[in-house]
């Protein structure tokens, strides 16, 4: 497969490489995946595997010294994991990740904890991570909350057709009560989610409202076999909650939420 | 409403949300290879087996692992290996 004049960039005997390069790193996998020929990652760099033992990483070379960030490379980044997801294991790397070369790959990433990458990479088989988003429709989840809550009414009433510079303690007031109403209605619109997830996984992870609006967002691991059943699931909330909730289901990814990264210390 | 005809692919917003705070880290492996310090790099084992714990936590552990046989059965058993999926384009 290796053509004599790749040899002599790839291979590192004594420890100095002429030209500069790296190898972003994707994610860690069984070491029975194997790229599809044409599989291009970061910069349509070409996707290859590093193997030791029964893992393996996914790589591709990179230069050092190109810029990376752009919205393109975080979709190639996001691209090749989660298109791994869907066939096999995946543990993804969080984006950013290069090391000097592929002997680094090995010596610095795979081979120190090996065992714990083989099984969580076994923990994960046949599972893939899905996102189960929902956000508020503002006019609806507004006129809820005024509905509900007679004081939020009155102000609101206190509010129309008045000049504005009379109205800004009852706006501030409204917008108190609006602000605590979504949180409150946040938990229990994320909490039936849970239970009508329940009979699929029962692991998950809620993140954090990253809006106002974000009434659910929570991550789970499913078969890939079931996801079927998890689209009927969450077409069945988007049905209930109709022009209340707009529910997206975003998937098969590899399972970011499920692999923990401590806080470093200090 | 895109439920009806099956997931929809990620937003730039979710591959954002998702990429750049989640995942595992090596950059203390990467300073630690640069600097030359034979120190076991800390972190990375916690992690795993953090993770790989909130999993074993799991009453579905069995079924899981049973579906993995019955997805490894399908590609083919052991000895097949598995190919990448095609990287999906986003018009």
């Given at each position: 497969m290796t053509?004599?004049?790749?040899?002599?960039?790839?291979?590192?005997?004594?420890?100095?490489?002429?030209e500069a390069s790296g190898i972003y790193v994707y994610g860690i996998v069984p070491a029975d995946v194997q790229p599809e020929d044409d599989a291009t990652g970061i910069h349509d760099a070409p996707i290859e595997i590093v193997t030791h033992g029964e893992i393996a990483a996914l790589v591709s070379e990179?230069?050092?010294?190109?810029?990376?960030?752009?919205?393109?490379?975080?979709?190639?980044?996001?691209?090749?994991l989660d298109g791994t997801s869907h066939v096999a294991p995946v543990l993804p790397l969080r984006?950013?990740?290069?090391?000097?070369?592929?002997?680094?790959?090995?010596?610095?990433?795979?081979?120190d904890h090996g065992d714990a990458f083989a099984s969580a990479?076994?923990?994960?088989?046949?599972?893939?991570?899905?996102?189960?988003?929902?956000?508020?429709?503002?006019?609806?989840?507004?006129?809820?909350?005024?509905?509900?809550?007679?004081?939020?009414?009155?102000?609101?009433?206190?509010?129309?057709?008045q000049p504005e510079e009379l109205t800004r303690d009852a706006r501030t007031a409204l917008g108190e009560i609006i602000g605590h109403?979504?949180?409150?209605?946040?938990?229990?619109?994320?909490?039936?989610?849970?239970?009508?997830?329940?009979?699929?996984?029962?692991?998950?992870?809620?993140?954090?409202?990253?809006?106002?609006?974000?009434a659910v967002q929570i991550a789970v691991l499913v078969e890939v076999d079931r996801q079927d059943e998890l689209e009927q699931t969450v077409g069945d909330l988007a049905a209930r909650w109709d022009d209340r909730i707009t529910m997206r289901l975003v998937g098969p990814m590899a399972?970011?939420?499920?692999?923990?990264?401590?806080?470093?210390?200090? | 409403m895109t439920t009806a005809g099956g997931p929809s692919s990620s937003s730039l917003a979710d591959v954002i949300d998702t990429i750049l705070d989640k995942g595992l880290v090596i950059d203390a492996y990467v300073r630690v290879s640069l600097v030359g310090i034979g120190s076991e790099p800390k972190g990375l084992s916690d992690l795993v087996s953090g993770g790989t714990e909130k999993?074993?936590?799991?009453?579905?552990?069995?079924?899981?692992?049973?579906?993995?046989?019955k997805l490894g059965d399908l590609l083919g058993g052991s000895g097949s290996e598995r190919e990448l999926a095609p990287r999906r384009s986003h018009t």
């Open positions: 053509s004599p004049e790749d040899t002599e960039t790839d291979t590192d005997d004594d420890g100095a490489t002429v990179i230069d050092p010294g190109r810029r990376l960030g752009t919205p393109a490379d975080l979709r190639a980044h996001a691209d090749i984006f950013g990740a290069v090391l000097s070369d592929r002997d680094a790959v090995i010596n610095e990433l795979l081979a990479l076994n923990e994960l088989e046949g599972c893939a991570q899905y996102l189960v988003k929902g956000r508020y429709v503002e006019e609806t989840i507004i006129r809820e909350i005024v509905e509900e809550n007679p004081k939020a009414s009155t102000l609101l009433e206190s509010i129309r057709d109403a979504l949180e409150a209605k946040r938990e229990t619109d994320t909490g039936t989610t849970l239970d009508a997830l329940s009979p699929l996984t029962d692991i998950v992870t809620v993140r954090e409202p990253t809006h106002d609006e974000d399972p970011y939420d499920f692999v923990v990264t401590p806080k470093p210390e200090g | 999993i074993a936590k799991s009453k579905t552990k069995g079924a899981l692992e049973s579906a993995g046989e």
